[in-house]
């Protein structure tokens, strides 16, 4: 059913710190390679060896400079920044999808895609703003982060190991895994300690996870201003199919 | 947003197919008054007018059922797994792919219903037509305003989450609707009264539907220029920490979402193909005319073809121009 359960107390999520990601990749490629032979794989990508590989990963890894005015002049800051499915809350991917293959759990709030149900309409991926969902162009169905839901639960594994891949695979500890729903979680002290924030809240979908922000710098000097400016877009002719490229010649002139 | 050739063609041609039966169904609600009060009663001849009428109707709710059902086809080839489409019905509680996908069903109750009562001797003046043509008109109505509210409830996509993404789909489908209807009515070969069938679809069309379409569609895109939306520095929230650039990307290669959400062709030429839409859109059901001197009744069917082709544009652009939030990841 893709109508949304009632609130539950139990909001299972990660919390990523941007402060101490040194934007190595071990996650997403952790991710990857658990999630191709877990319980929902597998991943299968086009072209693998070839000039143009490309395929599902529920995770990816942008890297950021920011620009700041600081006292002592100019500065550029490095975040690096992963990129996962955020376990909404009240997520429009799951609403939107005509089938019932999208689904949120009552009992933790974990969003998941039934590869049995799913029709490959895509409408999911055009409503999640935070784009954590792609389509397998082998399998013909939707794949997103399951929040490694079997290995969580997995009573095969050791403790220790009941965790997401991405996880346990950080050599840093910038990723952290745990009940965002519970105020007193370890997970849940460490948003309200570092002041942790949702992405986009604007679109109200209410994300789970939470990213907390870079901290202070040593040298006591912070930004002083802040102004994101966006940047023009450019065409690359040379992506474009045969017809479109013609057609852009034609309309430039 | 990429413009996908299926899914383009799926909402022009099932617009024009539920635009054409709504049509269809509005004449069966207004052509026996008409008729009525133009025909003087002691004529016989309004019975074989609406023998006639019946003829033209019953080759418009083909057309229109056909033009529908090629859409949908259209539809289902845009999907992974077309073959489990029929799950697509289930989810009419929250999902307006769902519900426009029994819309397009149900509408298919009374467009068949009437088909075959017309084709056993249904008058068009008896109740019945009129039920069934009340029906056919809703139903064709709901199931265009479902395909426009599956884009207009996609938050992510700024340029679709518009008030005027509603009238402009309905606007247009009853606008191609309408130029199917008057190329049938003219192409049917029965003797039917112009001024009840064809003329008032005709003239409506040209001077209301077409400009209130295009009207709507200017300040549909002055809206967008005006339209905020996140850059690479809201979509992370580091805008707070100072000024934002992507310097890496995630992957060396395209993915599916650069892909399917990174098309930025339109943006780059939208003014031209803007008003290339608008005048086709506006000239097409005048430009019917002229072209009858020269071309006699096959205009009729050469106005269908630039119509469609304007809202064609128009739908390419309505996808090519969209610019999807996640994209601001990428620093686009
Ligand atoms: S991040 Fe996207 S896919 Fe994940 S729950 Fe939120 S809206 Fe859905
Ligand atoms: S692609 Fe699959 S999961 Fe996504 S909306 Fe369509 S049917 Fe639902």
């Given amino acids: 059913m893709t109508t949304l359960p009632p609130p539950a107390p139990k909001k299972l999520g990660l919390v990523i710190d941007l402060d101490i990601c040194v934007g190595c990749h071990a996650c997403a490629v952790a991710c990857k390679e658990w999630n191709d032979g877990g319980d929902f794989g597998p991943l299968p990508d086009t072209d693998p060896y070839g000039a143009h590989p490309s395929g599902v990963w529920f995770n990816r890894v942008h890297s950021y400079a920011v620009e700041q005015d600081t006292a002592h002049g100019k500065r550029e800051m490095t975040v690096h920044f992963p990129r996962s499915c955020l376990h909404c809350e009240t997520p429009a991917c799951v609403t939107v999808c005509p089938t019932g293959a ?71 500890r910038a990723r952290h895994f745990g009940d965002l729903g519970d105020a007193a979680s370890p997970i849940s002290k460490l948003v309200a300690e570092r002041d942790g924030y949702a992405l986009m809240p604007e679109f109200g979908y209410r994300p789970v996870n939470k990213y907390l922000p870079p901290r202070p710098r040593r040298d006591g000097c912070d930004a002083k201003t802040s102004s994101a400016t966006p940047r023009g877009e450019a065409l690359d002719r040379d992506q474009l199919p045969g017809v479109l490229r013609w057609l852009d010649r034609a309309l430039s002139r | 947003m990429r413009p996908t050739f299926s899914i383009i063609l799926f909402t022009v041609l099932s617009g024009a197919g539920y635009g054409l039966l709504f049509v269809v169904g509005l004449s069966l609600l207004s052509v026996p008054s008409l008729m009525s009060s133009l025909i003087p009663p002691w004529s016989n001849a309004i019975d074989t007018f609406a023998i006639d009428i019946r003829v033209t109707l019953e080759v418009a709710l ?96 700024r340029a679709w989450n518009s008030r005027y993404v509603v009238p402009v789909y309905l606007l247009l489908a009853c606008y191609t609707g309408a130029l199917w209807a008057v190329a049938l009515y003219v192409s049917t070969p029965v003797f039917s009264p112009v001024f009840v069938s064809f003329l008032p679809v005709f003239f409506w069309n040209a001077i209301l539907i077409a400009p209130l379409a295009v009207g709507l569609k200017l300040l549909y895109w002055r809206s967008l220029a005006k339209a905020a939306q996140p850059y690479v520095g809201d979509a992370t929230g580091l805008a707070r920490l100072g000024s934002v650039r992507s310097f890496e990307q995630p992957h060396t290669e395209e993915n599916y979402l650069t892909h399917e959400m990174g098309f930025v062709l339109a943006r780059k030429h939208s003014r031209r193909l803007r008003v290339i839409a608008s005048a086709l859109i506006l000239l097409a059901p005048l430009s019917a005319i002229p072209l009858t001197f020269v071309f006699g009744d096959a205009a009729w069917w050469l106005v269908v073809l630039l119509g469609l082709l304007g809202v064609f544009v128009e739908r390419w652009l309505f996808f090519a121009e969209a610019r999807h939030a996640v994209i601001a990841f990428y620093g686009r």
Avoid at chain 1, 118 to 124: E, S
Avoid at chain 2, 86 to 114: C, D, I, K, N
Avoid at chain 2, 132 to 148: D, F, M
């Fill in chain 2, 62 to 157: 083909a057309a229109g059922a056909l033009l529908a059902i090629a859409g949908l086809f259209c539809s289902v080839g845009h999907l992974g797994k077309p073959l489990r489409a029929w799950r697509a019905f289930s989810q009419w509680r929250s999902s307006w792919l769902s519900r426009e996908g029994v819309a397009s069903v149900l509408t298919f109750v009374p467009t068949f219903g009437l088909l075959i009562a017309m084709l056993c001797g249904l008058d068009i003046r008896s109740n019945g037509a009129l039920l069934g043509g009340a029906a056919l008109a809703c139903l064709s109505a709901i199931t265009v305003y479902c395909t426009a509210r599956i884009y207009s409830s996609l938050k992510p996509v």
């Fill in chain 1, 102 to 172: 999208s689904y949120k759990r009552a009992e933790d709030g974990i969003v998941l895609v039934d590869e049995d149900k799913c029709i490959g309409c895509q409408l999911c991926a055009w409503a999640c703003p935070y784009g954590a969902r792609e389509i397998s162009a082998q399998r013909g169905t939707m794949q997103k982060c399951t929040l490694c839901v079997d290995r969580i639960y997995n009573e095969t594994l050791d403790p220790a190991d009941r965790q997401p891949a991405c996880v346990a695979a950080c050599p840093t």
